[in-house]
Structure formats: structure tokens, C-alpha cells
């Protein structure tokens, strides 16, 4: 199949079920969080797909499509049908990035004797993730103290100068590239960030962190790899708290994508959407987790669903088999 000069070949697929037999619901995975709106990613609202566009070693960067087919999550690749290596390389990362080998059996245990939350049993709590963790702590910078046309922008435009292309990329424009590596981002110069990105004092940190992990000093994706048990979760926000641009905020939403979610994130539109769907006028931050802290380990992921239930239509369980449409 072809459109815009783009075929599409089949990859592979996955039933929509977890490890633990817990059923999957893709559309709530690629609508869980607003970050997951940024490049490399691209969602079809109409068609209800995420397009991304990844690193592949010793290779060109590719374009996948994630598409839900009833009982199947299926990946296609743009153009020709890579190799076994590469193949495995961006099946792999594609189950990374949806965390269908997240366990949340444990959780659904908990949410199915919650009035209030008993309805993400049906297959929400999976909160679609980046290919690294540096990605999403540069993504994270990238939302403080800012609008979010201010991190479209500078998001925008570190994949679209500094990402490498796949075929199909254009010569211009983020859509097609993917997420700068850290030694792309460490060899830009601060007039990069400051002209271009125009991300203003986070340029600096952006620099600083890229630089860090190029030279070896630090190993952001230690992190997203090491088990409660050989890095428990106080010890993981410590080092976030460690890194330029981090703070108790930014800790706490790259926390919840290691799926690290004992953490609440408690921010300027967390409060105010917990006060209105609650019906309440006030609520201090310790009232707020007192609420939650049933969920343990989960408490964090419990309060998320909580707040974004209404951003997916209750009707809305998957989308009406549209078929394998070729990126553009």
C-alpha cells in the first residue's frame, strides 16, 4: 500500500493483552499523557495512530505506524521492510515505548475495589513512554515554567535540526526524524539553544545534561532498566534531583514514565482538575495522596487516571478497524 510516496510493510504485532492476562486498551496507551504529543511522535486523532520515527543501529532512522486492529496491535514500517536485526531492534523498541511488558495486574486489583477508579480495569494505566530515558528528561525540561506552544517549539525543534532523518523525511521540518542522540544534542553550541530553540535558561541545563551523559559522567537510562530492588524509588528521585533542570516536579513525571509511580505529580493544572472532579473547593497535597495512598507503589498512577478518565470517550474502546494507512 502507498500514499504520499510512502509503502508501508508489516512488522509485526502483539494481542492486546499484558503479562499478567490484563486486557490492553492502545488508544488510552498512545492519549495517556500530553508529552506523548511531541516529536518524534505523531497522533492520528481521526484515525486514532501514532506514527514515530526511531534510531536503529547501524542504520537509517525508520518511520513506524502503531495500529489498532480489533484484537491486535499491529507495526508497520515506512518503505521497504528492514532486516531481521533491525526488525527485532524497532519491534523491541515499539513494545518498549506502548509498555506491553508491563505487569499491571497488581494495580488492577487494586482500581477493581475502587468505585472511582474500578473502570481502568478494562485496559487503561499504560502510559506510553520515550525510546530513552534522556529523551523524556529533555522533554521534561522542556515543560517547566513555560506554555505548551513554548515546549511544541523547542521540542519541535531539536528533533527537526538535530534528529536524525528516515527516507521519507522532508528536508524540512521535525516529521520524520527522530529524537536527537545525546552526542547530537552535546555538540550543539548555546547559540543552538538560544536562537534556534530559543529555550531561553533551560538551554543551558539541556546542554549540560547532553554533555553529562555523552561523557559518561552520568547514565540516565540505568534508570529506566534497574529494579526497585537495585535502585528504590527515593534513590531515583535523588539523582533526577541531581540533574540540571530538575526539580520536585520534573522528578516526579520522569519518575512516573520509568514506571516508578509512587510519586504524585502535583502542579498547576493536577490541583485544579483533582479539586473539580472531586467536587471539592480546597485540598491540601497531603489530602490529595491520602486519597491514593491505598495504591502503594501505584499511588501515582492512580491519581493520573483519575484526572484524564474524560479524555477518552467511554464509547470510544478502539477504533473501527481503519486498516494499515501509510505514513505521509
Known amino acids: 500500500m502507498r500514499r504520499g510516496g510512502c ?13 499478567g492476562g490484563e486486557p490492553i486498551d492502545l488508544w488510552r496507551t498512545i492519549v495517556s499523557h500530553g508529552v506523548a504529543g511531541l516529536p518524534p511522535m505523531w497522533i492520528d486523532e481521526k484515525l486514532k495512530t501514532l506514527d514515530v520515527t526511531l534510531l536503529v543501529s547501524g542504520g537509517p532512522a525508520r518511520t513506524v505506524r502503531v495500529v489498532d486492529e480489533d ?102 521540518g521535525a516529521r520524520g526524524r527522530a529524537f536527537p542522540t545525546p552526542r547530537a544534542m552535546a555538540e550543539a553550541s548555546e547559540d543552538f539553544y538560544r536562537e534556534v530553540v530559543r529555550a531561553g535558561y533551560r538551554g543551558r541545563y539541556l546542554l549540560d545534561l547532553a554533555v553529562a551523559e555523552t561523557e559518561g559522567r552520568i547514565d540516565l537510562e540505568e534508570l529506566g532498566t534497574a529494579s526497585p530492588a537495585e535502585i528504590d524509588d527515593d534513590e531515583i528521585e535523588q539523582r533526577l534531583l541531581l540533574l540540571p533542570g530538575v526539580g520536585p516536579y520534573s522528578a516526579a513525571h520522569i519518575m512516573m514514565m520509568l514506571g516508578r ?38 499511588a501515582g498512577l492512580a491519581f493520573w487516571l483519575y484526572l484524564t478518565r474524560d479524555w477518552v470517550e467511554e464509547s470510544a474502546t478502539g477504533p473501527a478497524r481503519p486498516g494499515p494507512p501509510p505514513v505521509v
Open 7 to 19: 509503502s508501508l510493510a508489516l512488522l509485526g504485532g502483539w494481542e492486546k493483552a499484558g503479562p
Open 261 to 298: 509511580y509512587s510519586r504524585l505529580i502535583l502542579d498547576s493544572w493536577t490541583r485544579p482538575t483533582y479539586l473539580r472532579i472531586a467536587g471539592k473547593r480546597t485540598a491540601k497535597d497531603t489530602t490529595i495522596a491520602r486519597r491514593f495512598r491505598r495504591y502503594g507503589p501505584y
Open 71 to 172: 484484537s491486535i496491535i499491529e507495526v508497520w514500517v515506512c518503505g521497504r521492510a528492514p532486516g531481521r536485526a533491525a526488525r527485532a531492534e524497532l519491534t523491541r523498541t515499539v513494545a518498549h515505548i506502548l509498555r506491553l511488558d508491563e505487569d499491571l495486574s497488581e494495580f488492577y486489583a487494586l482500581a477493581g475495589q475502587d468505585p472511582e477508579l474500578a473502570w481502568v480495569t478494562r485496559g487503561a494505566g499504560r502510559l506510553i513512554r520515550s525510546a530513552t530515558v534522556f529523551e523524556e528528561v529533555v522533554k521534561t525540561i522542556c515543560t517547566t515554567n513555560c506554555a505548551w506552544s513554548a515546549t511544541v517549539r523547542m521540542v519541535t525543534a531539536l528533533v527537526e535540526h538535530l534528529g536524525a532523518a528516515a527516507p521519507e523525511a522532508r528536508p524540512t
